[in-house]
């Protein structure tokens, strides 16, 4: 594994989620708008201290894990990107997740390509999955853009979810 944990973008830091991130977390994960349709939906502050508490382990035992994401400009928090292991079996899944006023604008296709990147390269891991609804047309439109496929079809709370597959071969990640 690389000690390369912070990685950039032409517009974004990402570094591994810390302790200082909390209180944006908390945000992230309590606004509707983000996390309803989320495995897990919105969660309540304590729920997101324990998944802080995870992913930082999760980074100790895998090298590997979420990133926050901030603007290079500035330095604000806009959202989070990375790996993570699915409660539901399905194996390590690339995740993100944007406020919505930071939505429209490329970050999370650049956030998550990153990411993926990172986790194929630097990690050394060859298969990477990430589940989105079939009605979360911007979440289908990051994953294709960078080259994930769907792979797969499944039901969850009579939603249809789409399962994609990393492809290396067609993966379209933004310069490092």
Request: no cysteine; charged share 25%.
């Amino acid at each position: 594994m690389s000690g390369r944990l912070v990685l950039g973008t032409g517009r974004l830091i990402l570094r591994p989620v810390a302790g200082s991130d909390l209180p944006d977390l908390i945000a992230l994960k309590a606004d509707p708008r983000v996390f309803a349709v989320m495995l897990g939906g919105v969660r309540l502050p304590q729920q997101t201290i324990a998944e802080l508490a995870e992913d930082i382990a999760f980074w100790a035992r895998t090298g590997v894990g979420m990133w926050s994401a901030r603007r290079r400009a500035d330095g604000r928090f806009v959202g989070i990107a990375g790996i993570m292991a699915r409660t539901d079996g399905l194996g390590l899944a690339l995740r993100f997740a944007f406020l919505p006023e930071a939505r429209g604008e490329g970050l999370a296709r650049e956030a998550a390509g990153t990411a993926l990147r990172f986790a194929h390269e630097e990690a050394g891991l060859a298969r990477i999955v990430a589940v989105a609804r079939a009605d979360n047309v911007a979440s289908r439109m990051v994953l294709g853009a960078i080259g994930m496929r769907v792979d797969h079809r499944f039901l969850r709370a009579g939603a249809e979810m789409l399962v994609y597959r990393s492809a290396p071969e067609a993966m379209i990640l933004p310069p490092r």
